[in-house]
């Protein structure tokens, strides 16, 4: 249902980065369903990937080659994640590889392979391989809202974010599109992002600012609490900005951080926006934590509680499944005395028990609006931490019930 989900708006292409997309019929004939990014020489790449153990056959070998050569193409398909499929998924992954590299002329190992859709199916080769010159021949700069739509699986909508802005003198582009809309948890909550910069940054660096933004952002959104085999989120650095590198220790790094990261929190708020069946995008606000892991294990607790999800898809103000969620997240020796739990703008629990102001008419009111921060206070310390959620309804049983058929 897509909740406060729009259409992208402008998307600024980024020099040195260039899109191609093909109707392949992977699984569905004729929607976009293959996309090969073309990196022109020079850019530099980082990129972080699924912890799952039975991590899928593109994410092995993109690992691999990255460990041997810096990528110039990556390829993307949609609707078989080619994952669950032993050696023979791992030699698929490899043929493609091979294949667009002898079309585009690179090394095996200066291509990337990412795959999203159903586990456990072997790629449709013939197809898919038949789609990469076609994909080739529509190759160009303005291609990223049609790239956004080819990686979609059961996304409602496409995932952009785009911003251009100056840094001392230069003008510096950030692009980026995302998918994902179910099996989302941090850990690389099947979510892929592929992000673009025309700035120039250094490798080393750029893979550290992606550990760090996707802390902050990927890693922080939960649809499900289930964490994807195929998980993958890209940063690329084509240089062609110009100027002198932008690194840590220049007084530019601050205000590119900045602004790389806020593309990244929009495209993983996206996500849950669009998580599937989702009616509610829920902020759980954390606060007064001792530390980083307390915090985030209450998150966590009420984020992937069935109870309190189901209750935010009633419209129930059952605050009480929040209440318990927040004492079953292994916190040592809480003070429920301390506690304070509230609804938007409306304090339901304070001193471990029921507010003395709260009505069930105010709770009710607050939890009919689509968008909710629930926000908690443990009066520990002055950690905090913000995790992005949604609701669990009818339409995410029946959607993943017949997501083969």
């Not at 004939?29 to 073309?38: G, K, N, V, Y």
């Not at 911003?163 to 599109?177: E, K, M, N, P, S």
């Not at 929009?266 to 307390?294: H, S």
């Not at 998150?299 to 069935?306: E, F, G, N, Q, V």
């Amino acid at each position: 249902m897509a909740v406060g989900l729009k259409s992208p708006g402008v998307l600024y292409p980024v020099r040195g980065v260039r899109l191609g997309i093909a109707r392949a019929g992977i699984r569905k004939p004729d929607r976009r369903d293959l996309t090969i990014f073309s990196l022109d020489k020079g850019s530099q790449f980082a990129a972080v990937f699924t912890r799952n153990a039975f991590c899928a056959a593109p994410v092995q070998i993109a690992r691999a080659h990255l460990s041997k050569m810096m990528p110039q193409a990556l390829v993307v398909n949609t609707g078989n994640a080619n994952a669950g499929t032993g050696s023979r998924g791992l030699a698929d992954a490899q043929r493609t590889c091979r294949e667009l590299a002898d079309l585009m002329g690179l090394a095996v190992e200066q291509v990337l392979p990412f795959s999203t859709g159903v586990i456990g199916e072997y790629l449709p080769m013939d197809r898919l391989l038949a789609g990469l010159p076609v994909a080739l021949s529509a190759i160009k700069e303005d291609n990223w809202l049609e790239a956004a739509q080819a990686i979609m699986t059961t996304d409602t909508l496409p995932k952009a974010v785009s911003r251009r802005f100056a840094l001392g003198d230069r003008q510096i582009t950030v692009t980026g599109i995302s998918k994902g809309a179910g099996m989302i948890r941090p850990d690389m909550a099947t979510m892929l992002a592929y992000i673009a910069t025309d700035a120039p940054v250094a490798q080393d660096d750029l893979q550290a600012l992606l550990c760090r933004v996707a802390e902050l952002s990927f890693n922080c959104i939960t649809i499900d609490g289930d964490t994807s085999t195929n998980d993958a989120a890209c940063l690329i650095a084509t240089g062609q900005a110009g100027g002198s590198m932008i690194s840590p220790s220049c007084a530019e790094w601050p205000a590119f951080e900045r602004h790389l990261t806020a593309v990244c929190v929009e495209l993983a708020q996206a996500i849950v926006r669009d998580g599937e069946g989702a009616t509610k995008f829920i902020t759980l606000d954390i606060q007064g934590a001792a530390e980083p892991g307390e915090a985030r294990r209450v998150a966590d607790a009420i984020a992937h509680s069935p109870l309190v999800k189901t209750a935010f898809n009633a419209s129930d103000p059952n605050w009480g499944r929040i209440l318990a969620a927040v004492g079953r997240a292994g916190v040592p020796n809480l003070a429920l005395e301390k506690v304070e739990i509230a609804l938007n703008d409306v304090l339901v629990v304070k001193q471990g028990g029921v507010a003395p102001t709260y009505t069930e008419a105010a709770g009710q009111a607050v939890m009919a609006e689509a968008e909710i921060t629930v926000t908690v206070r443990l009066g520990r310390g002055a950690v905090a931490t913000k995790v992005w959620t949604c609701d669990l309804s009818h339409d995410y049983v029946t959607i993943n019930a017949e997501y083969r058929t």
